[in-house]
């Protein structure tokens, strides 16, 4: 009994780590999806240098960004400084380029709504090719 309720529990609590733990799943730009109280985002930075946040539903589609409230903040080493966005249709993108001097710290706030706790995510901003999954090193799917 004790062995089906740990297995039961495991199944529940346990499913999204354990997937987690086997393959980190990429965002389907080749940016890297955050996720956050049932929310999905994904941070890409695309050729120009630009931050694009996209909203995804739990099927990877694109969606319309409802209330959602993203701030980015770049922590390169001749000082951090806000990153302003303006909306899209799925999400964000920002009105300049990322500073230079990566690899540095770009740090990601999410709330769900205006008055939700705000969820940070930082990213390691590298623009190296990982070797192994070919991604950008910011959005490495390896498990290393
Ligand atoms: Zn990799």
Known sequence: ????????????????????AEKIVGGPKGGRLLEADGQ??????????????????DALNAIAPGDQVVAVTAEPKS?????DLEKTA?????????????????????????????????VDFNLETCGECKRAEYACTCND
């Open 40 to 57: 999905r985002a994904e941070f890409f930075v695309n050729p120009d240098r630009k931050v694009e946040i996209t909203f995804y539903d």
């Open 90 to 122: 799925t999400g964000y993108i920002s009105k300049a380029a990322l500073p230079d001097g990566d690899p540095y710290r770009v740090v990601v706030q999410l709330r769900a709504k205006p008055d939700a706790k705000p969820q940070n995510f930082r």
């Open 79 to 83: 000082g951090r400084s806000k990153v």
């Open 1 to 20: 009994m004790k062995t089906k309720l740990f297995v039961l529990a495991a199944i529940l609590t346990g499913a999204v780590s354990l997937v987690g």
